[in-house]
């Protein structure tokens, strides 16, 4: 069965902090996607970025850089140089073939001033 | 191009009523899900349409959920005789379908159901 683990319930950081959320996933299939969403207070899911599990090239976009480890069944979010504007839930979630998406419980990521 | 809207945005009703939502998809995006998310989870899947048919629908979907494309575009979402645990965010998300590959869902901004 499919299953997405996000350990880190709630972070706090001062701005300017780097920061790291952590996903782990869980499929039997050779051929998955993962992605992440970002969840401001107005609740409105907004997609990150979406990786399928034969590219395991890190990406980089702005300050946004993912790490994609399938030894470890792991695609880890860093953001570098956090801003109050990344205050958000943050969501892992993994697609097999079938268009589901499976999301794990989120990561609120709280950047102070 | 606009994005996916709901409607509403918070409904607010009583134990027994029925409730219905509405989710407008981005233009000719063939596919529509709709997930339900309770407070401090994830969404979490509870079906999807490609055009007017229903090609999934998770265990999650009692009898007093129904959900209906009728002309493969705008979808509605209707819940019979609510339950206080009924109470969640409703989102629906669409993708356009691809020939290979898997499509990316983009959400809209979820109705906020309380059932009192």
């Known amino acids: 069965a499919q299953k997405v683990t996000q350990a880190q319930t709630e972070i706090s950081v001062v701005e300017k902090e780097d920061v790291t959320l952590d996903c782990v996933y869980e499929t039997r299939d050779t051929t998955y996607y993962l992605f992440w969403y970002k969840q401001p207070p107005s609740g409105e899911l907004v997609f990150l970025i979406r990786?399928?599990?034969?590219?395991?090239q890190n990406e980089i976009s702005g300050r946004y850089s993912w790490n994609f480890q399938k030894s470890t069944s792991s695609f880890n979010f860093t953001i570098t140089a956090s801003q109050v504007v990344d205050s958000a839930v943050y969501f892992c979630a993994l697609m097999e073939y079938g268009n589901k998406l499976v999301f794990g419980a989120g990561t609120i990521l709280r950047v102070k001033s | 191009d606009t994005g996916v809207s709901q409607d509403p945005r918070h409904k607010i009703t009583k134990r027994g009523q029925n409730v219905t939502f509405r989710c407008d998809p981005i233009s000719e995006h063939n596919r529509l899900y709709w997930y339900r998310q309770t407070l401090g989870q994830g969404p979490e899947f509870l079906t999807y349409?490609?055009?007017?048919?229903?090609?999934?629908k998770s265990r999650l979907l009692s009898d007093r959920f129904s959900a209906e494309r009728p002309k493969g575009s705008f979808s509605t979402l209707e819940i019979q005789h609510t339950e206080q645990g009924d109470s969640a965010m409703y989102l629906c998300?669409?993708?356009?379908?691809?020939?290979?590959?898997?499509?990316?869902?983009?959400f809209g901004p979820g109705t906020r159901l309380l059932v009192l």
């Open positions: 349409f490609q055009n007017e048919a229903q090609l999934e």
């Open positions: 990786r399928n599990s034969f590219d395991e």
């Open positions: 998300a669409s993708s356009p379908l691809m020939t290979s590959g898997i499509e990316t869902q983009y």
